[in-house]
């Protein structure tokens, strides 16, 4: 490369850093000690490899840009004004109210793919972005993520780089701002590329380490991470935090801080520039990949039969992805226990075996989702806890995720409280603009895995792993949101409110409370989040006694989800909760009923006190 454009890269490189001492400054916060570190490494991408067009986002052929290391936004958003997509007056609006510009990324900006800033994230979602890129876009378009020295104390991140050494994921380049130093001092292997080499190295990946300042090398580093082929690339580059303004510079105790004297250090860094980069937007051509579709028809199960609601699960997404092209599936190792391999099956194309790495699960399909597929993933309920943080963040995201929990509660038996989700809808209904669903049928099950599919945000589906009896008709419509009375009359002296398992459990119930002369109303509330506030607040008008039942612990799931809905009735009903409340062992699944309080026995007994 000759050397005036050599040197007009290290002009960019100032430019951004002064940016980032900028916006952080009039902020008064911010962390432009890290965007500092690897301003001359997003200099070069910025100027000769990213292929993005600013004025189309949603472009399919654009390069996907993630700072998995968000915290050092100041420098993504200098980018975004050194390309023309921000003006230098938004950009010095930088954290305040109403600002695009926020602490860390979000998709606020359309040019922003995913929120990132809790760290060890951004890697595992490009690692979704990349797949759908190979293998159903099958477009060119490259994933780069600029990740932080720190952030490879994560487990994620290297569930990531297994992942993508095991997929070939040769669209993917991995840039490490080695800049030795973390939040409370240096991290643990410092400037030691050598030693993140060979981790990184054993995964599969081409390694390459560079001096992250000299835009020479990184030119070289970015041009050699394109030529490689079959495997991803991570380039591993030594810099120094605070570079440029010898009173932070590579000194600890500065992180997370404005500079001291940003009038000073723009002056050390040469002064303001307004250099302006023209992104090469993506070469023209064709959309993505897509697959053909049938019309939709979903499993019918009869009355009366015994089908698992995980069972009815699997067969309903099979049939789903036949009728939608963009339902793509994702698994954890469990597909035979899961029921998804129904759909690797029927599609194989379009399904994901992540193994046992729920947070690379979760992640890529966040990343999927990036690409506008419509992802499913699903394990045992349990398991999901593994990647809460993941699912937190994709709702800061704004992602449309569903995720799907099997072997829920007490009543998988003999397997033990190691494998029983018993705080996964406590742990969704507090995730933001969540739903939570929990049918106790196969045609109810059928029905909700299709409405999932137009839902936004988060949404979560419980099933259950034995078999129960088929109670609804074939082609019954049940809205998110709402609720089904099994038992009702003007004569009800208790209402049982149940989801799932125990809506089997309180029919029986309720019909040995009907011999003994007390009338019990029965509503089926699989829709946990929303709740059908209307319904419950009918049965406690009409009763005045209430009974919720759940194969889950008391704190956060149906039970408080009913407090929740009647907690501004008057007269107040009275409520039992009747829940897992003492910890399970091995036992059978009526025996994990009986034991835990939850069976028909307890609901009639607890109605029989309520009533009288």
Not at 442 to 468: K, W
């Amino acid at each position: 490369m000759p050397e005036q454009a050599l040197e007009w890269l290290a002009e960019l490189g100032q430019q951004l850093r002064v940016d980032s001492v900028r916006c952080s400054a009039a902020a008064g916060s911010g962390h432009p000690t890290s965007s500092m570190s690897a301003a001359d490494l997003a200099a070069v991408l910025l100027a000769r490899y990213l292929r993005y067009d600013f004025d189309a986002p949603d472009d399919p052929r654009n390069d996907h840009l993630i700072f998995s290391k968000g915290h050092a936004s100041p420098l993504l958003y200098a980018m975004f004004k050194a390309a023309g997509a921000i003006s230098d007056e938004e950009l010095l609006t930088f954290r305040r109210l109403g600002s695009r510009l926020e602490g860390h990324p979000t998709p606020r900006l359309p040019w922003v793919d995913v929120a990132t800033g809790s760290l060890g994230q951004g890697l595992p979602i490009g690692v979704g972005i990349a797949l759908a890129g190979q293998r159903l876009d099958r477009l060119p378009y490259r994933v780069w993520v600029l990740c932080g020295d720190s952030e490879l104390a994560e487990g994620s991140m290297w569930e990531a780089f297994e992942h993508a050494g095991y997929a070939g994921l040769d669209n993917l380049t991995a840039i490490v701002d080695v800049n030795r130093l973390g939040q409370r001092g240096p991290t643990r292997h410092g400037w030691d590329t050598a030693a993140y080499a060979r981790r990184i190295g054993a995964f599969g990946w081409h390694t390459i380490e560079i001096d992250g300042h000299d835009v020479a090398q990184i030119d070289r580093a970015y041009a050699e991470a394109l030529a490689t082929s079959d495997r991803p690339t991570a380039i591993l580059a030594r810099t120094k935090k605070g570079k440029g303004v010898p009173e932070v510079e590579n000194r600890e105790g500065a992180h997370g801080k404005p500079l001291p004297d940003p009038e000073e250090a723009i002056d050390e860094l040469g002064g303001e520039r307004n250099l302006r980069v023209r992104v090469k937007p993506p070469e023209g051509g064709r959309g993505g990949h897509r697959f053909p579709a049938e019309p939709l028809k979903l499993p019918a199960y009869a009355v009366g039969d015994k089908v698992a609601t995980r069972t009815a699960f699997g067969e309903a997404l099979a049939a789903l992805g036949a009728a939608r092209p963009d339902v793509v599936v994702l698994d954890a190792e469990v597909s035979d226990s899961t029921r998804t391999e129904y759909f690797a099956d029927a599609h194989p194309e379009r399904f994901f075996q992540c193994y046992i790495a729920e947070q690379q699960m979760v992640a890529a399909a966040v990343g999927l989702r990036v690409r506008g597929w419509t992802p499913y993933a699903a394990t045992f309920a349990a398991f999901l806890t593994r990647a809460y943080d993941f699912i937190r963040m994709a709702a800061v995201s704004r992602a449309d995720v569903r995720l799907v929990g099997s072997h829920a509660g007490v009543s998988i038996g003999h397997d033990g409280p190691s494998q029983m989700g018993l705080e996964d809808l406590a742990a969704f209904r507090a995730v933001h603009g969540s739903t939570v669903l929990y049918p106790c049928d196969a045609n109810q099950t059928a029905q909700l895995v299709a409405a999932m599919a137009d839902l936004e945000g988060i949404s979560y589906l419980r099933t259950t792993r034995g078999n129960t009896r088929v109670i609804y008709r074939p082609g019954e419509e049940f809205p998110v949101g709402g609720s089904r009375l099994l038992r009702a009359s003007p004569e009800d002296r208790v209402a049982v409110v149940a989801a799932g398992i125990t809506v089997h459990e309180a029919l029986a119930a309720a019909d040995q409370l009907a011999a003994e002369g007390i009338p019990a109303r029965v509503i089926d509330l699989y829709s946990v989040k929303p709740v059908d506030a209307a319904t419950l607040r009918e049965a406690a008008r009409d009763t005045g006694r209430l009974i919720t039942v759940e194969d889950h612990w008391p704190e956060g799931g149906l039970g408080d989800a009913v407090l929740e809905a009647l907690a501004d009735t008057r007269p107040a009903p009275r409520v039992v909760r009747l829940a897992v409340r003492a910890m399970p062992t091995s036992a059978t699944p009526a025996e994990q009923l009986h034991a835990a309080g939850i069976d028909a026995a307890a609901i009639t007994a607890a109605a029989r006190l309520l009533a009288a």
